[in-house]
């Protein structure tokens, strides 16, 4: 047998899982560049914040505010905020704010709410005990700040209204809509209302299944065109963020590199890397393609570009996710029942290039909040071993396989814009 190690969800023990393959089957493993990057030191990660991009230290813009709002990102993405929270509260003692003037918001966007469970995996169980960490609610508690130029209007989370310092902290990988996603997402979608992320992904960028999107929108590519994400900046400098933290991640998420300063220049700054660290050769028509979800495992569907896209036609993919809570709950484009669900939610397509679609995975939904595939185009299994017996009786002896360890952060060169 041949084997090969991929990383397991990152909030779920972060692990890895052992694939095991024929002998004779052709095995290649598609690493993203950044793959086996180092992790930073504390160091490394002190002076990203001592030479921030574009604007004043953070003990410097804190000087003569108050109130204080952490924003972060949600248990969709690998960010191990509980590593770069030290040094922001650090840099805000400094500047005068005490820790009794800071909250934590989470920016879950139109994802469901979470527990205190995932606060401290995010956070740590330090910072859960002493300060006050709150969900997004995008129906309340809203603060109207008028419109963008795009006619977007922009509904921002109370709480995070009211503070007159704002950061906000996540990770740049790339996203099958904006481009790149970090930077400004972090307010719009992040913490926004729902009529907000409808004009700006619905409205504006017509990004629903079975619709033609923009076609400034696609994976990894160019921002400066893309429609939605500009709008999503113009909302962000409305909202008055006034610092972003990003980093990139390795495929186990660990922090390899930090970007900290102003959310517009720090977030080019680290695209620019990113295109390079994120970026992956892509093997062309494999019989099967094999796609690890890590960083995002309970948004699987994120993954399936290398089955859509490079899979010889009639070829097998096989999703591993093998995550617990299950697909995230997605107020716009999640299912609500058998034949309808968010706003943005329409009926997968019929038409795709591969004949059977696996999901491996400990965890069975028999319909999945946010849609992996149609019901009846998707088959689970808890065992690999069930998943190589049925490879094999589809393929044979001989196959050609394409293994991902972290596909839902991984790219093509050139990216994959909407409108191929």
């Known amino acids: 047998m041949k084997f090969v190690e991929v990383p397991e969800p990152v909030w779920y023990g972060g692990g890895l899982t052992r694939l095991s393959f024929p002998e004779e089957w052709e ?17 490394e990660m002190r002076e990203a914040f001592e030479n921030p991009i574009g604007t004043e230290r953070i003990r ?3 000087k003569g505010k108050s109130e204080a709002v952490i924003i972060f990102d949600d248990m969709t993405r690998g960010t191990r905020i509980y590593e770069i929270v030290p040094y922001i509260l650090r840099e805000l003692r400094e500047g005068g704010i005490s820790n009794s003037h800071v909250r934590f918001v989470m920016a879950l966007g139109a994802h469901g709410a979470r527990t205190r469970i995932d606060f ?19 129906f309340y508690n809203l603060v109207k700040l008028g419109k963008t130029s795009n006619g977007t209007p922009v509904e921002l989370n109370a709480e995070v209204e009211r503070c007159d310092l ?39 960028g017509n990004y629903v299944s079975g619709r033609k999107p923009h076609p400034s929108l696609g994976l990894g590519v160019d921002i400066e065109k893309n429609i939605v994400f500009r709008d999503m900046e113009e909302a962000a400098v409305m909202s008055g963020l006034d610092v972003k933290i990003d980093a990139l991640l390795n495929c186990r998420s660990e922090t390899t590199r930090l970007f900290v300063g102003d959310p ?15 970026v992956t050769k892509p093997l062309r028509e494999p019989d099967i393609v094999v796609v690890n979800v890590t960083a995002k495992s309970n948004e699987a569907v994120l993954s ?8 010889k036609k009639g070829g097998t993919i096989v999703v591993v996710a093998n995550t617990p809570e299950g697909q995230v709950t997605h107020y716009l484009y999640g299912k609500f029942g058998m034949n309808h669900g968010g706003p943005g ?41 069930d998943v190589l017996t049925e490879l094999k009786r589809i393929h044979g002896e001989e196959a050609k396989v394409a293994v991902y360890p972290c596909c839902e952060i991984q790219y093509p060169p050139g990216g994959i814009p909407c409108s191929k």
């Open 27 to 43: 095995i290649h493993v598609c690493k993203m560049e950044g793959h086996d990057a180092s992790p930073l030191s504390c160091s």
């Open 264 to 278: 517009i220049e720090e977030f080019r700054a680290g695209v620019e890397v990113a295109k390079k660290h994120y």
């Open 166 to 204: 704002k950061i906000g902290v996540g990770s740049i990988v790339p996203h099958p809509m904006t481009g790149f996603g970090g930077g400004s997402k972090i307010i719009l979608p992040g913490v926004v209302s729902i009529d907000t992320m409808y004009h700006n992904h619905i409205v504006l």
């Open 60 to 62: 410097d813009l804190a």
């Open 345 to 385: 939610w329409a009926p997968k397509s019929d038409e795709h290039p591969y004949g059977k679609l696996i999901v491996y995975s400990k965890y069975v939904e028999a319909d999945p909040h946010l849609e992996i595939a149609s019901r009846k185009d998707m088959v689970w299994m808890k065992r690999w071993s």
């Open 120 to 138: 401290a995996l995010k956070l740590g169980e330090d910072i859960v005990s002493r300060f006050p960490v709150y969900n997004h609610n995008p």
């Open 304 to 311: 399936l570009w290398p089955g859509l896209r490079y899979l």
